[in-house]
C-alpha cells in the first residue's frame, strides 16, 4: 500500500495499481498476506502476497474462460476437481452446468475462503451451500500425488508459481493431474501471459505436451493482471472438439457475460510468435 493505492510491482520492472477507497481486511494466514480493497474501478479485490488475484467487477473475464471452455468440451463431467479457487468463482461457474453431479474443490489456506465469503459473497454465490460441493483443505500437490479418486475434468485455479502456488507447475504435478484423469479427461489451468512473463509460459506449454497427447493454449484478457493478453490451456490425452457441445452450452449460456461458442473457437486463435513457438 502507497497512500491511498495498491500497486503490484512484476520484478522492479513495471506496476500496475489502483485507488483504494479502505482496507477491507489484512491479515497474515499461516501460508500468504491477505488483504481486501475497496477501490471505485474494481469493486473489492482480492490481493495474496501483494498479487492482485481477482475483483469483483472483473472476475468473470477470468473464471468463466477458466471453466467453460473444459465443461463445453470435455468427454464427461460429471465429476470435477478443482484446486485452489477460494474464492469460489470457479467452483460457482463449475456447479452452473446441470451433468455435474461432484466438485471436490481442494484449498490450502481456509483463511482465503472465510475472507471471502465475507467480503467477496457475489464470486461464491450459491456455492457454499450446493450439495455437489466436497470443499476441502490440504495441499493440491500432494491430493494429486496420493488420491485414488479419478474426475472427469481437473481445473487448477492457481496464483502466480510462488508462495503457496510454487508447486502447481511443473511436469511431475501435471504426470499426477493426468493419472487422475484417466483415458479422456480434460485438464485446463491458467497458464500465464505469453508477452510479459514468456518464458514460463512456454514452460508450462512445454512441460504439458511432454505430459499430455493434446495441449492447446487459448486467450484472453484480464483487466485486473494488466499483462494484455492472457492464457489458459486445455489439455487432454484425447482430442477435444473445435467448439462448445451445444447442449452443455445452452443451460450455462444466459448467465455468460464473456463466454460464447464464438469466442471458444476465437480464444484458440494463437499469434503468431506462439505459433511458431510451439510449432502449431
Avoid at 69 to 82: G, T, Y
Avoid at 129 to 143: H, K, N, Q, S, T
Avoid at 196 to 218: C, K, M, N, S
Amino acid at each position: 500500500m502507497d497512500g491511498s493505492w495498491h500497486h503490484e510491482v512484476f520484478r522492479g520492472q513495471a506496476s500496475f495499481g489502483l485507488r483504494v477507497t479502505e482496507v477491507l481486511h489484512e491479515a497474515q494466514s499461516a501460508f500468504q498476506r491477505i488483504e481486501v480493497l475497496d477501490t471505485p474501478m474494481l469493486g473489492t479485490v482480492l490481493v495474496l502476497d501483494g498479487i492482485f488475484q481477482t475483483a469483483e467487477r472483473d472476475e468473470r473475464s477470468y473464471h468463466e474462460m477458466i471453466v467453460h471452455p473444459a465443461l463445453c468440451s470435455a468427454p464427461s463431467i460429471e465429476r470435477v476437481l478443482v484446486i485452489g479457487g477460494g474464492d469460489g468463482g470457479t467452483a460457482r461457474e463449475v456447479l452452473r452446468h446441470p451433468g455435474v453431479k461432484r466438485c471436490v474443490m481442494i484449498e490450502v489456506d481456509r483463511e482465503v475462503v472465510e475472507v471471502c465469503q465475507r467480503h467477496l459473497p457475489t464470486l461464491g454465490a450459491g456455492v457454499w451451500d450446493d450439495p455437489r460441493l466436497d470443499l476441502r483443505f490440504g495441499d493440491g500437490v500432494a491430493f494429486v500425488a496420493e488420491t485414488t479418486e479419478r474426475f472427469d475434468v481437473v481445473i487448477l485455479d492457481g496464483s502466480d508459481p510462488v508462495g503457496p502456488s510454487r508447486g502447481l507447475f511443473g511436469k511431475r504435478f501435471y504426470e499426477n493431474v493426468r493419472r487422475v484423469l484417466g483415458d479422456t479427461g480434460v485438464f485446463a489451468l491458467q497458464s500465464e501471459s505469453p508477452t510479459v512473463d514468456e518464458a514460463l509460459f512456454f514452460d508450462i506449454q512445454g512441460a504439458l505436451r511432454d505430459v499430455f497427447d493434446h495441449a492447446r493454449p487459448y486467450f484472453g484478457a484480464v483487466y485486473l493482471y494488466s499483462a494484455g493478453l492472457w492464457t489458459w490451456t486445455l489439455a487432454s490425452a484425447v482430442s477435444l472438439p473445435e467448439g462448445p457441445r451445444p447442449e452443455r452450452l445452452a443451460p450455462i449460456a444466459p448467465g455468460c457475460d464473456f463466454y460464447d461458442a464464438d469466442v471458444h473457437r476465437a480464444a484458440f486463435v494463437a499469434p503468431p510468435f506462439v505459433r511458431r513457438r510451439l510449432k502449431s
